[in-house]
């Protein structure tokens, strides 16, 4: 049937937002109230008459009540078919009346984890009389309406003022796809938390993740492929999904890549002075640090103002207006900060299509997680490179020890260098990036762009000569050869940062010790495809 009328309709949610205009708009329409617990007082209190799912069943709620609506009289007048004989007689000889509406949202088991509760707290926090209500009115949407969303309830009102108190086949059909979805999510919320937190497994032999849709997006990486942002689903670290985007045009895909690369690679300098990462096609082509956000963001754009035209910013504190006014002065599409002052905002303000994406809180680059890429047939899982350098963990390898400025400068260039595309090579200087080169098939390559753009650096500002000459250069895998060592020493760099672990390691030192290069292996891979 197309329409159905609301006779009786079933109320047990957690989420009490909205509930009182929804009964009231119910039992304007003349619908039975049905109801338990904390859900039949709160409607009582607001002076609505509520027949208890007990006075239904004729068994009281026990059990601590786990035990409520696991019943045949609320689960029959859910699932049966009203134009089924059979079904019919079946109601009528066990007192079975009908349920044309089941308004339920489930225990807060995410937000229980993440307060941090104990296991038996958690546990009794895991809803099974909610999800089988919801699957049973779901299933049986062709006659019964299924509400799981708070933020579903004004279309029902809306709809029923319309109709006279009745549904219509298509609400019921949307309604329903929104409850599996609902009770899948909050399964697949059980599910990681039992494999992953209770019982410690990193690979469960089953994976489910599930995530909420935050909008489609204009396309793709191209404008042939359509696009959307999705959120997890539960308890997760904060980044650019999370971020209040304060002003600009829609976001797009690319932009929202690019702003993912510069937050995690300016969140490794959350603790450190002012820092600000320029990012273009996921790829940082400017990163720097200062005494101030201005002179850092200068220092970063002064690496590559061609490639960071159009591109996407990052920082690790509030923007102040000096800083906006700079950034301002050439065409950006993304700003990404921790927050913004109202002198920032307003220098903002004047360029109506750049994004400002206010983030709070930077998240976590030591945290725990999970990376995925779909592939042909399957999806690659791993942990995600939440790899940290300490000083004991390098090692010297070279007749000449780095100094303690070029030191500085190493471990600068070696955290730059984890969030380039591979092959990546970084020089940098003065805890500034002087040349990137980034996503070559040869390391060597690698290493010479990297030097290019340099000099064109060098030519652009006027400099006597490109920042390479005393720099400290990271790689973010071992030299194969030593003709990569080689490069780096003609670019005029004094000191290298790199894994070891080749064949051709002595090769390697040796070409530095006759070059006079301090090298230090740190044992760490940062392999990003």
């Known amino acids: 049937m197309d329409t159905i009328k609301i006779t009786r309709a079933l109320l047990s949610v957690s989420d009490?937002?909205?509930?009182?205009?929804?009964?009231?708009?119910?039992?304007?329409?003349?619908?039975?109230?049905?109801?338990?617990?904390?859900t039949a007082a709160a409607l009582r209190a607001a002076g609505l008459t509520v027949t208890e799912v007990a006075d239904l069943t004729g068994f009281p709620e026990m059990m601590d009540g786990r035990v409520k609506t696991l019943h045949p009289t609320v689960h029959g007048g859910l699932l049966a078919l009203r134009d089924a004989p059979d079904h019919l007689a079946a109601m009528a000889a066990h007192g079975i009346a009908p349920i044309d509406l089941a308004v339920v949202n489930?225990?807060?088991f995410a937000a229980t984890v993440a307060k941090g509760a104990?296991?038996?707290?958690?546990?009794?926090?895991?809803?099974?009389?909610?999800?089988?209500?919801?699957r049973s009115a779901a299933k049986n949407?062709?006659?019964v309406a299924c509400v799981t969303d708070p933020q579903d309830y004004n279309a029902l009102i809306t709809e029923l003022d319309t109709t006279g108190g009745s549904t219509s086949l298509a609400t019921r059909k949307r309604l329903a796809a929104t409850a599996f979805a609902a009770t899948g999510a909050y399964d697949a919320m059980i599910a990681d938390w039992f494999s992953t937190v209770d019982q410690g497994e990193t690979f469960p032999a089953v994976r489910i993740m599930a995530s909420r849709l935050v909008n489609t997006l204009r396309y793709g990486e191209n404008p042939h492929q359509s696009a959307a942002l999705y959120v997890p689903v539960g308890p997760a670290a904060r980044g650019i999904g999370q971020a209040e985007q304060v002003q600009g045009k829609e976001l797009s895909y690319n932009n929202l890549n690019d702003a993912d690369a510069a937050l995690e690679l300016v969140a490794e300098f959350r603790d450190g002075p002012p820092t600000v990462v320029i990012v273009k096609h996921a790829n940082p082509c400017g990163v720097a640090t200062g005494a101030t956000l201005l002179e850092a963001y200068q220092a970063a754009l002064a690496t590559d103002p061609v490639s960071a035209f159009g591109g996407v910013i990052a920082v690790n504190r509030p923007l102040d207006e000096a800083t906006a006014r700079a950034m301002t002065e050439i065409f950006t599409e993304v700003v990404a900060a921790p927050g913004a002052d109202d002198a920032a905002r307003a220098v903002f303000a004047a360029k109506k299509?750049?994004?400002?994406?206010?983030?709070?809180?930077?998240?976590?680059?030591?945290?725990?997680?999970?990376?995925t890429k779909i592939i042909a047939g399957?999806?690659?899982?791993?942990?995600?490179?939440?790899?940290?350098?300490?000083?004991?963990?390098?090692k010297i390898v070279t007749q000449r020890q780095p100094t303690a400025a070029e030191l500085a400068d190493l471990k600068f260039a070696w955290t730059v260098a984890k969030h380039v595309k591979s092959n990546a090579i970084v020089y940098a200087k003065d805890r500034s990036t002087a040349g990137i080169g980034a996503g070559q098939m040869s390391r060597v390559d690698s290493t010479r762009i990297a030097a290019s753009k340099a000099r064109d650096a060098a030519a652009t500002a006027g400099w006597p000569e490109p920042r390479t000459i005393g720099s400290a250069v990271a790689s973010d895998a071992f030299f194969p050869f030593a003709d990569g060592l080689i490069a780096v020493a003609e670019a005029g760099a004094t000191a290298v940062i790199q894994p070891g672990?080749?064949?051709r390691d002595a090769e390697v030192v040796a070409a530095a010790d006759e070059r006079g290069i301090a090298m230090v292996f740190t044992g760490m891979r940062h392999f990003r495809h």
């Open 16 to 38: 009490k937002t909205g509930l009182v205009d929804l009964g009231t708009a119910l039992a304007r329409h003349g619908v039975e109230l049905v109801s338990t617990g904390g």
């Open 106 to 108: 489930l225990y807060p």
């Open 118 to 134: 104990d296991r038996d707290t958690v546990i009794e926090n895991i809803d099974i009389g909610g999800p089988a209500m919801i």
């Open 141 to 143: 949407h062709g006659f």
């Open 353 to 371: 299509n750049l994004r400002l994406l206010l983030t709070g809180d930077l998240p976590d680059p030591a945290r725990r997680g999970l990376t």
């Open 378 to 394: 399957g999806v690659l899982v791993q942990e995600r490179d939440s790899g940290t350098l300490t000083d004991d963990m390098l």
């Open 501 to 503: 672990g080749s064949i």
